[in-house]
């Protein structure tokens, strides 16, 4: 009888083995990136950011204009006298032109203001990729939880009803039951606020991805910490656009002060003057009533050049402000990375030790069974042994995630 009841549990946890890992293999997620890929497609903060660089890119044509050409016209009241007649009007027009190569320093000038503004782009495409990322990854938190804790009832279940039987021949109480129930309890409970905590990460990630809060989000139904991990070195945030951005808008700055040096330069002016002369009629003389038509070149001359002594100061303050917003901010990515690596290795060590205590709790687990076999099974010590098992099952799968996110957020630096 005794070895018919050990046998009957020893079926159930393999029973219950077996079909964890055929839902293991039966279940399917869809691939981060296919995420991340939509949400950078459908993201309105992407789309606005796009056309922000699109508008950028444009002023680079805005940048190819001229002064506006003047035109003038004026009707003689009193109409002066000359040799040949009367002048009856004026009509005049004069076209302002920039030094040679002011246009071209306003073209370079709106292309570098283009450039920082795309890395502006990188930059908020990579920020979605990263938050995508961290949700996809407690969603897979939140439902492997939720897959140990099925098994783990599955198996106080079984427990359940092996202290039924020793009830009946009065080796455990009631009480070993009661408490067996109520353990299973508080893991549904457990579980049923796990589905809670889904419901509302799901709905962060598709408003990400810009998609109705209930769409079905899949996920990937394992995830492993690989054995060895990548090496970076602080070199490698040289590559990263928050970074970048910098040097963009450094040499915006730059291509702001050529411009400013061409605008300190003279402008020239073309034009031509027109005078209708009406024909005198007391005599007749060799260009009667001849129209006048005069060229005219002028030159405007900044005299006044306090204006462009100014900007140029506030061009190099400006340059020496980029330069210490980017030495901060590497500062800062210095510190996330090192927190990244940090907590990263935190979460293999974690890992490790947990592997070790779920072997242990194996092998105390398997000494209940025997013990089972003769009669003397203690609930209590099964309790204790499942929430210890429970326990190191839910924090490896807290440092799985734990490791994925903080190599999302070290590629994200270094990358």
Do not use: C
């Amino acid at each position: 009888m005794k070895m018919q009841r050990s046998n009957y549990f020893i079926k159930q946890k393999a029973m219950l083995f077996l079909g964890s890992w055929l839902l293991v293999l039966n279940s399917y997620g869809q691939d981060l990136q296919t995420y991340i890929d939509e949400a950078i497609t459908n993201s309105p903060e992407i789309q606005k950011v796009l056309f922000q660089s699109d508008i950028a890119d444009e002023k680079v044509n805005e940048a190819n204009w001229l002064p506006n050409t003047e035109v003038s016209a004026g009707y003689f009241v009193s109409e002066p006298e000359t040799r040949v007649g009367a002048q009856k009007a004026r009509f005049s027009v004069k076209q302002m032109l920039p030094w040679f190569g002011t246009i071209t320093a306003r073209e370079n000038y709106a292309s570098s203001m283009a450039e920082a503004q795309y890395v502006e782009v990188t930059i908020a495409k990579r920020k979605l990729a990263l938050s995508v990322s961290q949700y996809y990854y407690q969603l897979y938190e939140i439902r492997a939880k939720q897959e140990v804790l099925d098994k783990n009832i599955g198996l106080l279940k079984t427990y359940e009803q092996l202290a039924l039987t020793s009830v009946e021949v009065g080796k455990a109480s009631a009480v070993d039951v009661l408490r067996l129930q109520m353990r299973q309890n508080e893991l549904q409970q457990e579980k049923d606020v796990l589905l809670q905590q889904n419901k509302g990460i799901q709905a962060a990630l598709n408003s990400l991805v810009n998609r109705d809060y209930d769409t079905d989000v899949l996920v990937v139904s394992s995830l492993e910490i690989p054995e060895e991990d990548n090496l970076y070195s602080y070199e490698s945030l040289s590559v990263n656009p928050e970074l970048l951005k910098y040097d963009k808008l450094y040499e915006s700055v730059t291509q702001s002060e050529l411009l400013n040096q061409r605008d300190a330069l003279p402008m020239f002016g073309l034009g031509l003057d027109y005078i209708p002369v009406a024909e005198r009629t007391d005599m007749n003389m060799v260009d009667n009533g001849k129209d006048i038509v005069m060229p005219m070149v002028s030159i405007s001359i900044p005299i006044f050049n306090k204006r462009y002594k100014s900007v140029s100061k506030q061009n190099e303050l400006r340059k020496q402000e980029i330069q210490s917003q980017k030495d901060e901010r590497l500062n800062v990515l210095k510190a996330d990375l090192s927190k990244a690596i940090s907590q990263r290795n935190q979460a293999r060590i974690k890992f490790n030790t947990q592997q070790k205590n779920l072997v242990q709790a194996q092998n105390a687990e398997d000494i209940l069974i025997k013990n089972y076999e003769t009669g003397t099974i203690d609930f209590n010590d099964v309790l204790d042994i499942q929430e210890l098992q429970l326990k190191f099952q839910m924090s490896q799968i807290e440092s799985v995630k734990n490791y994925h996110v903080q190599s999302t957020i070290i590629n994200y630096l270094t990358k």
